[in-house]
């Protein structure tokens, strides 16, 4: 995969794993915002009720307490005389209540008379209404003191709520007061409290009752809801139409002996999905136009690297061919900057070292400079077989007398070029040139195996190369050879900053002084080198001789041909 497709891959998650974490981390603080925002309603709600209802109560109390006051309704109540209503409503003020009912302590609830001022329903209804007060007054013990809540449903579908208070007289109990409110009364102050996303209606006897709430609300609330039991308040939530709602159960008569009742409010989540939609669509605008526009960066950025890289690609290139001039533009950042000059000072370094090389190669070598570069000589020696050849030119004083100088070495030039093209066939290394004289290693500083073979041979073809430049040349010239086999020592002999590699050891003057005694055309060995060589040379053995240098005469041998003897 190449940089850019990397770099694109990684913009990509990067943005989009930042836009989905965004968008997350978004959309649960919306909810979060919005569920608080529906519990406030709903403590709203329920505190405006709350307060309500007990004011309502307190009403109640002074109701009841008026009526304990009264002896004639307290002898009629004793009596169970429905004229007991009569007498209440002369006491009771009905303003805020819709009906009112007594019951007796002895014969239970009281029927109205008919056309009396207690709120009386028709006969149906007025059943149903007797019906549901009996239950809760048997239920009430004597000794209670404290106002109960309750819900009647009249009319198949009219809610009223009921506070009922115990009328006492001292310590004895002798009735009970039953007042009435529709619960339309209080709705509106619900609906004040509740905001425009927020409906209302009472759950009773498993009927949910109220205008606060569409049908089909009614209708999922009765399926899904589950009542609290004892419990003052629960949640639940549910989908209609693909749209989220929650809502609120608040049990209205917790500890009452009427039938529990709650007030059921459930709340819209349309709104906030509606957010949540259109803060998904603007995130995902965003994030996408982040990720255009990121991609757009790295793509420019990735073609700003992308250029230099492909050029550094094409300067190694170049500079593996052997280019080594090849130079790279500064780049327009810090980092391609430095690696650019990097780049430049290397192969400035590599030109040098192989101008040096070029150099050290002309005046040594090229293995002995190659082991040089490597740091394989130091300064110093060590002892290595060796067979060392002496070739120089016969007659060279007078070839040179008289001459321009410049014409002397370009015979010279010649001369040696052609000798030292037939060294390297032999693997032989040059150690110098010495006038018109050749020092030739074999074995040193490294070997290839038949180093004393492969001096002959060399010798050999050297002398033929030589016959052949005569046949073309004005000025013939003649080469002697002396060639000696032995331990020496080979290594860089000098100063720390200027040392020659070369040898040093009785055979390197041994063959230095048979090359002075061999003639034009003549290669002479000695007895070492012959004994490697002898089976298939063919060597002619000569008197000893007297050499400058040496104690005693030192046996020789001319080399005659290449088939052995």
Request: proline share 3%; charged share 20%.
């Given at each position: ?23 997350i ?13 529906v ?16 004011a ?59 056309g ?181 960066a ?14 550094l ?17 500064r ?69 040179s ?7 002397v ?15 390297y ?6 150690n ?35 016959e ?49 005694s ?6 002479i ?17 000569l ?23």
């Amino acid at each position: 995969m190449t940089f850019r497709a990397k770099l694109q891959q990684a913009i990509l998650v990067v943005v989009a794993g930042t836009t989905v974490a965004v968008l997350i981390v978004a959309q649960t603080q919306n909810s979060a915002s919005y569920r608080r925002m529906v519990d406030r309603l709903f403590r709203q709600q329920m505190d405006t009720f709350r307060r309500e209802q007990e004011a309502q109560l307190m009403v109640a109390r002074k109701q009841a307490t008026r009526l304990a006051d009264s002896v004639r309704l307290f002898a009629a109540l004793e009596e169970g005389d429905p004229e007991t209503y009569n007498v209440a409503v002369d006491e009771l003020r009905l303003a805020e209540f819709d009906f009112f009912r007594l019951a007796s302590s002895q014969t239970g609830l009281m029927p109205p008379p008919e056309g009396s001022r207690t709120g009386r329903f028709d006969d149906e209804e007025e059943a149903a209404l007797t019906s549901q007060l009996e239950q809760a007054a048997k239920s009430m013990p004597e000794t209670e003191d404290e106002a109960q809540v309750g819900f009647v449903i009249i009319g198949g579908g009219r809610l009223y709520r009921v506070l009922a208070m115990q009328i006492r007289k001292f310590d004895q109990t002798v009735g009970t007061l039953f007042l009435g409110q529709s619960v339309n009364r209080f709705m509106p102050s619900l609906i004040a409290a509740e905001g425009p996303q927020m409906q209302s209606a009472f759950w009773t006897q498993g009927q949910v009752l109220g205008e606060g709430l569409p049908q089909s609300l009614k209708e999922q609330v009765t399926t899904t809801a589950k009542p609290p039991g004892d419990q003052e308040q629960t949640e639940f939530s549910f989908q209609i139409d693909g749209i989220d709602h929650r809502a609120h159960l608040h049990r209205l008569n917790l500890g009452s002996h009427f039938q529990p009742a709650w007030l059921v409010s459930v709340f819209s989540l349309a709104d906030l999905q509606t957010q949540q939609r259109t803060l998904l669509w603007r995130v995902i605008g965003i994030g996408s136009l982040a990720l255009l526009l990121a991609s757009l960066a790295g793509a420019y950025f990735a073609g700003q690297l992308a250029k230099p890289i492909r050029e550094l690609v094409l300067a190694t290139d170049a500079v593996r061919a052997g280019n080594l001039k090849v130079r790279l533009e500064r780049g327009r950042t810090d980092e391609l900057a430095a690696l650019t000059e990097s780049f430049n000072h290397m192969t400035e370094g590599l030109e040098l070292k192989e101008r040096y090389h070029s150099v050290l190669s002309m005046v040594a070598d090229a293995r002995v400079a190659e082991q040089l570069m490597a740091g394989n000589i130091q300064l110093g020696g060590e002892l290595r077989e060796v067979t060392v050849i002496f070739c120089d030119i016969r007659g060279y004083t007078a070839l040179s007398a008289g001459r321009d100088p410049r014409e002397v070495i370009a015979i010279l030039n010649e001369h040696m070029g052609a000798l030292t093209r037939v060294v390297y066939r032999w693997h032989g290394v040059i150690n110098q040139f010495a006038g018109d004289a050749i020092m030739i290693l074999f074995g040193a500083p490294t070997t290839h195996g038949q180093d004393a073979q492969n001096a002959v041979h060399c010798a050999l073809e050297m002398i033929t190369e030589r016959e052949r430049l005569n046949a073309q040349s004005d000025e013939p010239l003649g080469i002697g050879i002396g060639i000696a086999t032995g331990t020496v020592v080979a290594g860089c002999i000098g100063a720390e900053n200027r040392a020659d590699y070369t040898v040093v050891g009785e055979h390197v003057n041994l063959a230095a002084r048979l090359c002075s005694s061999a003639a034009a055309g003549e290669i002479i060995v000695d007895a070492a080198t012959q004994n490697l060589v002898s089976k298939w040379l063919q060597t002619q053995p000569l008197e000893p001789l007297k050499l400058k240098g040496f104690a005693t005469a030192v046996t020789a041998y001319r080399i005659l041909s290449t088939q052995p003897s």
